[in-house]
């Protein structure tokens, strides 16, 4: 009897072939085999029925046939899939592509891809789950009908090459007024008092004149001066003492979110690149023990581990680690993550025995760094908690109450393994009592700072929260938002471009829902209940298709165009016509307003060249003159400059783009008077201040 088992990846099927005898086949489809089409909407609509129209691409033509030809030979044929609604989908496809009944061909599922697993599915395989696939193909037309429908209306109203996206637009929105609060962001000027008693105990101001001192409680340089000369004589002694034990449990396992987060904090990696090495791990690489799926599947948001998985995490803790690293019971955890898929599995390492220091022998650097957090955050979570003993002791005076805090670890627990315990900070043997002398007493000058820009984990985190996307499309959306220039990523934060403003300001006024995140969630719930059979997927794209239609054609002219076309002062040398200013998917360029009777245009960077050769006048686009500050450059000595961009005023040097040195704030001619470093000016609501940019001392210059 020979049966056949069809894959999506070539490395999967590489390592199933090694679990199975020479009776079976294993062959990859090499992804989706069908698709909606590239040139065309795809989507026939008819009656408030939405059929799509699906083609075979041509790049899997060879392969489809080549799979046609072993299912003709086959007694039995396997569709063996990923198991989540994308796989669900891709076996749904084989099947019709190859003339098969989707629903009539045996659908085996794994979370790993070992010899048992491979095993136990092939003696316990069901049916094509439709529900899943109506859920997936609702996302698909979902994603087709935004794209293909508001992509040519951004192309025409603000600039070519911009598409939408039901889950990029509302990612995009997200990032987007982060930078609205940043630039909107007044900073507060606070004063914090420093203060260390004898023996170098730092401690902590909490009360003053019997009022609570909190962050943002000193507001001025006088009132810290008078705190300073209030305490600074007063005789001090130990108020009280706190002394508690704390303890602190395992992380969960990891999902797909907590992966992509951790392993960009921890070992720098993009959610890209972790995905693709997860999956590496998880379709088969070298062991010790033979060739096998090293993780379980990677696209999860679920916290299930198997019994099996779990008892053989708590044998290992005990051989390798004493009964008190291991608690009396298993440790289970639930998921809060919307639209979880419970019967899945989290991630972790199919074999404890293929430790990371046996796997250093098999793995290149970067899979190690990324099994080694999986294997160790696995097996922490089914360690003891860590305890640690915390200890406040308060110091008054007549005027005034200091805290001083400790710590000490009594227990370190799963940290054996996972994660970086902080270092201890103990304290002398102190009773109540006890007089305290100060060592030093200062005032420090802060300001509140603005809310951070969020890192690519960051995003994926709020994504998550929100229910925006699911673990598939998490990496995948970071990826569309850089590649298409909307964010770029400095410093491991994502900053949208200008582009991406004027996008989500006509997004926001004209298709509010389309980057709503509620709205978007909503979405993402009514999918979750198409796939558990709570909901009609044709209903749920007919009701989104057309009131989404009726704003579409309602922007078509209730949109202004954001195409500006600027005149500058030029001739067309083929038609006479007025030469303009444009702006297009990758820049500015200059073309003819006859367009498109005539197609005449040049590169603005060619024809800045151009001038600067000959010394002509003519200017590429209308310049405001250029204010010079008469202070010489940091960078380079040239002069600084005031410049302006759609975001606002900002200074750099006249010898850009030879020297790149900007600054939002407006440097001065003096240098600090205490380390010699440049001067800034900065214009705060107790009034102007000068800062140095080195050793961040300020200076009151006006009051406001």
Known sequence: MKSLIIVESPAKAKTIKNFLDKSYNVIA???????LPKTSFGIKIEDDKFTPEYRISSDHSAIVKEIKELAKGADEIYLATDEDREGEAIAFHIANAIGKEPTSLPRIVFHEITKSAIQ????S?????????????????????????????????????????????????????????????KPVEYYTIDTVFKKDLDAELVKFENQKIEKLTIQNPDRAKYIIENLQNEKFSVREIESKDRK???????????????????LGFSPKKTMMIAQSLYEGVQTNEGFMGAITYMRTD?????????????????????????????????????????????????????????????LEKDALKLYTLIYN????????????????VYVASEKGEFKISGRKVLFDGFYKVYGELDKDKILPNLKKGDEMSLQSIKST??????????????????????????????????????????????????????????????????????????????????????????????????????????????????????????PIGEKCPECGSELVLRKGRYGEFIACSNFPKCKYSRNVAKDNEKSAETGSATAAKPKRELKKLDVPCPKCGGEIVERFSRRGKFYGCANYPKCDFISNYEPVAQKCDECGGDMIKKELKKGTFIECTKCKKKTLVSEN
């Open 29 to 35: 489809s090499k992804g989706h085999i069908r698709d």
């Open 125 to 185: 395989p069901r049916h094509v789950d439709m529900n899943s696939v109506n859920a997936q193909q609702t996302r698909r037309l979902l994603d087709r009908i935004v794209g293909y429908k508001l992509s040519p209306l951004l192309n025409l109203k603000i600039q070519k090459g911009l598409s939408a996206g039901r889950v990029q637009s509302a990612a995009l929105k997200i990032i987007v007024d982060r930078e609205r609060e940043i630039q909107a962001f």
């Open 445 to 566: 000058q802060n300001f509140t700072e603005p809310p951070a820009r969020y890192s690519e984990a960051g995003l994926v985190k709020k994504l998550e929260s929100l229910g925006i996307g699911r673990p598939s499309t998490y990496a995948p959306t970071i990826s569309l938002l850089t590649s298409r220039d909307y964010v770029r990523i400095e410093k491991k934060q994502l900053i949208p471009n200008e582009i991406a403003f004027s996008m989500i300001g006509v997004l926001e006024e004209h298709f509010s829902n389309i980057v709503d995140s509620e709205f978007t969630s909503h979405l993402e719930e009514k999918l979750d209940e198409i796939a558990l059979d709570k909901a009609d997927w044709q209903k749920v794209l007919s009701d989104f298709y057309y009131p989404f239609m009726e704003k579409i054609s309602a922007g078509k002219t209730g949109i202004k165009s954001l195409k500006t076309a600027t």
């Open 377 to 392: 955050r696995f097996l922490a979570c089914q360690m003891s908690a860590c305890v640690s003993q915390t200890q406040n």
């Open 248 to 266: 602190i449990q395992p992380s969960p396992p990891f999902m797909t979110s907590t992966l992509q987060q951790s392993a960009s904090n921890r």
């Open 302 to 362: 679920s916290l299930n581990l198997a019994k099996e998985a779990v008892a053989a995490a708590r044998e290992h803790i005990l051989q390798n680690y004493g009964k008190e690293y291991l608690p009396a019971k298993a440790i289970s955890y639930t998921t809060s993550s919307k639209g979880a898929q419970e019967a899945h599995e989290a991630i972790r390492p199919t074999n404890l025995n293929f430790t990371p220091q046996i796997a250093a022998k098999f």
């Open 120 to 123: 136990n599915a092939l003696k």
